[in-house]
């Protein structure tokens, strides 16, 4: 079976830094995926870790440790518009075409 | 720019109705999605797609099936809609192997 950990919700400061924590248990492992998602609209994409380590993309940067089963988003000098879901999503199995989300985190900015 | 687009973003519909949620992506993706998305549930696969005619089961199918006749365009059908399916539907679709794009959803409430 498939099973993805994140917080609920989380509150942060604008200016500040946070981190959003995903945990997973899955039957096959070939990348994960974080997306962000504002109230109302389609998710889109942020990030692919497939290998362990860190990756980093502007103000935001993707972690993997596959033997731990963990990942984070790390989000740096926080906007008010970086309110929103942040969801974690797992490809599990090799060729395997499907995600596993998981339900997400409600982030929210404030001043 | 990938572009993924749905038939309708609000759709209201009675219990029984036949319901017919089109999808079209513009950039010659293989891969096709069908998500449905609840609060405190999270996106949940109920089909998808990786090929003309081809369809897999996602994870909840019951109560749904898919059409996919050309590659551009896949179809989630309700053959008799119930009031348990009034929710938020997000089509996607991706390259083998990356990052899927979604589009803006549609929110289908059945009465």
């Known amino acids: 079976g498939q099973n993805i950990d994140q917080p609920t919700e989380m509150t942060a400061t604008e200016g500040a830094i946070v981190q959003i924590n995903c945990t997973y248990q899955t039957s096959g492992f070939n990348g994960l995926f974080w997306y962000q998602q504002h109230a109302g609209e389609a998710p889109t994409f942020l990030s692919y870790n497939v290998l362990d380590g860190l990756e980093e993309k502007g103000r935001f940067s993707s972690f993997l440790s596959r033997s731990k089963g963990y990942s984070y988003l790390l989000l740096k000098e926080l906007q008010m518009k970086d309110s929103a879901s942040y969801l974690c999503?797992?490809?599990?199995?090799?060729?395997?075409?499907?995600?596993?989300f998981g339900k997400g985190t409600k982030l929210s900015v404030i001043p | 720019d990938v572009k993924v687009t749905q038939s309708s973003r609000y759709l209201v519909k009675r219990t029984g109705e036949k319901v017919f949620l089109e999808c079209v992506q513009d950039m010659d993706h293989e891969n096709m999605f069908w998500y449905r998305q609840d609060p405190g549930l999270g996106l949940r696969l109920i089909y998808f797609?990786?090929?003309?005619?081809?369809?897999e089961k996602g994870d909840i199918p019951e109560g749904y099936s898919v059409s996919r006749e050309k590659k551009e365009r896949f179809s989630l059908i309700l053959e008799s809609a119930s009031t348990n399916q009034t929710s938020m539907y997000l089509c996607?679709?991706?390259?083998?192997?990356?990052?899927?794009?979604f589009g803006p959803g549609t929110r289908l409430t059945v009465t």
């Open positions: 996607a679709s991706s390259l083998q192997g990356r990052e899927q794009y």
């Open positions: 797609s990786y090929d003309v005619k081809m369809k």
């Open positions: 999503a797992v490809v599990s199995g090799a060729g395997s075409y499907q995600l596993t």
